[in-house]
């Protein structure tokens, strides 16, 4: 199992349990600019960017150039950007899986990792929401971590036919109030780059050899 820092596996993702719905309804109204001094992440494999509020520390890049940690100024928050692929055998028209199969994993492999640490997790309804445009899935939970502080999290992710992408972000429940504004602004400049359907470059395209492998 991949630690905590990197999202309980590469999955991926993906603060808010009450007030969810403010910070994904004002991500998909009529977005506004962000402060010209907010920074800019570029994920070269998967392609997605996104603006974040200058006061964030831009952390180390996950295993395999997946995505990247982000730490806003509130204690013991973080939110996460990554990319994934959807390779999982699943009853889509592709063959792949869908996104309530992926959001069904999702919740089981975060349920295991937090079983084995004997923590407690309290879920609130799944929701349908976009990120980037695409159609997405939020799951939403809280905990008490080993301090006994609330901790809330939030998982937004959207499932293509060979890529996905996700956003997770979480907070103890009393930072809430004080990134929500950011995290609201955020989620308005997220793009999600090409289009999900095409096969990750880090991927072999079938009955091609890798460059320098052939005979």
Avoid: C
Wanted: charged share 20%; proline share 8%; no cysteine.
């Amino acid at each position: 199992m991949v630690p905590m820092r990197t999202f309980h596996s590469l999955l991926l993702v993906a603060l808010l349990v009450a007030g969810l719905g403010t910070v994904t309804a004002r991500a998909e109204e009529s977005p506004k600019n962000p402060l010209p001094s907010w920074k800019s992440y570029t994920n070269a494999r998967f392609g997605f960017s996104v603006r974040y509020h200058s006061d964030w520390r831009l952390g180390e890049p996950l295993p395999d150039g997946s995505g990247i940690l982000l730490t806003p100024p509130v204690p013991k928050s973080q939110v996460g950007l990554t990319g994934f692929l959807n390779l999982v055998e699943g009853k889509s028209q592709d063959g792949r899986q869908t996104l309530d199969e992926f959001a069904a994993a999702h919740r089981r492999i975060i349920g295991e990792y937090y079983g084995k640490k004997n923590i407690v997790l309290k879920w609130q309804e799944d929701r349908p929401v976009t990120l980037g445009g695409f159609p997405a899935r939020q799951l939403n939970f809280s905990y008490l971590d080993e301090t006994k502080t609330e901790i809330i999290e939030m998982h937004i992710f959207s499932l293509g036919r060979n890529e996905g992408r996700g956003v997770r972000m979480k907070s103890p429940a009393t930072g809430r109030t004080a990134l929500m504004p950011a995290l609201a602004d955020m989620l308005q400049t997220y793009q999600p780059g090409r289009d999900q359907n095409a096969v990750s470059p880090f991927q072999q395209p079938t009955g091609q050899e890798p460059k320098g492998q052939g005979r």
